[in-house]
């Protein structure tokens, strides 16, 4: 478990534009470790946690693509039954708030990664690693 940079980036919501984006990352050799998508009628959020945060920065800054850091946590944890659970009652004892979360595995898969933004990152990188 570590805290890490997440980029948040304000797109048009129309076709192609994701894909122009992963083309421009793949260029610069960055790799994106976790994303997920949301929309509204006239534009997209893209949120992303990849291998070089200031290089993606300068890639999409270099484009005129509006981008947000922020901090996460980003978990490796063990694809059991109740593992979110633990960590949502953990956090919430210690009156921290997910704001969000996000995460896929394969069912095979004996670990996942989970991208977590809460209301003090700091304070819940030490409850969790306690």
Do not use: W
Request: net charge positive; hydrophobic share 45%.
């Amino acid at each position: 478990m570590q805290l890490t940079k997440q980029l948040a980036l304000f797109l048009d919501n129309r076709p192609g534009t994701l894909a122009r984006v992963c083309e421009a990352l793949s260029k610069a050799k960055i790799n994106i470790y976790a994303i997920t998508t949301s929309d509204t009628i006239d534009h997209s959020v893209i949120r992303m946690v990849v291998s070089n945060t200031r290089l993606a920065m300068q890639v999409f800054e270099e484009h005129g693509t509006l981008v947000v850091e922020d901090d996460v946590l980003m978990l490796e944890g063990d694809n059991k039954s109740g593992s979110l659970a633990r960590i949502a009652n953990r956090l919430a004892d210690a009156g921290i708030n997910i704001e969000y979360c996000y995460c896929a595995t394969s069912p095979s898969a004996k670990k996942g990664l989970m991208i977590m933004r809460v209301s003090n990152a700091q304070k819940a990188l030490k409850v969790l690693n306690s």
